[in-house]
Nanobody, 124 residues
Framework: VHLVESGGGPVQSGGSLRLTCVASGDTVGTYCRAWFRQAPGKEREAVATLGSDGSTTYVDSVKGRFTISKDNAKNILYLQMDNLKPEDAGMYYC???????????????????WGQGTQVTVSS
């Protein structure tokens, strides 16, 4: 499975970005998808997850501002980010896991596949 993110870039506080993650290869069985972010000097954290049943979870800091979704026909994962804040800045990674269960409680090490990341910069 190969994951490629795009859509990051500089944006002013209050602005929006849509991140895209294109998956290729044998994605059958990658039931759980997620977006993680990592700010300099901080651990990688999950910001949103999407289960195969369509269930979603969000870290509290992005609830109401970020939306995770997936185009199953094209095998593309999205993260719509609205009302961005400086603290949202960081490298954003998409990830996929070969398990049915999905949610914020699953650590980064439990994901099987990762993209290379796309940088998001938010200026105040």
């Amino acid at each position: 499975v190969h994951l490629v993110e795009s859509g990051g870039g500089p944006v002013q506080s209050g602005g929006s970005l849509r991140l895209t993650c294109v998956a290729s290869g044998d994605t059958v069985g990658t039931y759980c998808r997620a977006w993680f972010r990592q700010a300099p000097g901080k651990e990688r954290e999950a910001v949103a997850t999407l289960g195969s049943d369509g269930s979603t979870t969000y870290v509290d800091s992005v609830k109401g501002r970020f939306t995770i979704s997936k185009d199953n026909a094209k095998n593309i994962l999205y993260l719509q980010m609205d009302n961005l804040k400086p603290e949202d800045a960081g490298m954003y990674y998409c990830a996929a896991a070969n398990r049915y269960w999905c949610g914020l409680s699953y650590a980064a090490v439990t994901y099987n596949y990762w993209g290379q990341g796309t940088q998001v910069t938010v200026s105040s």
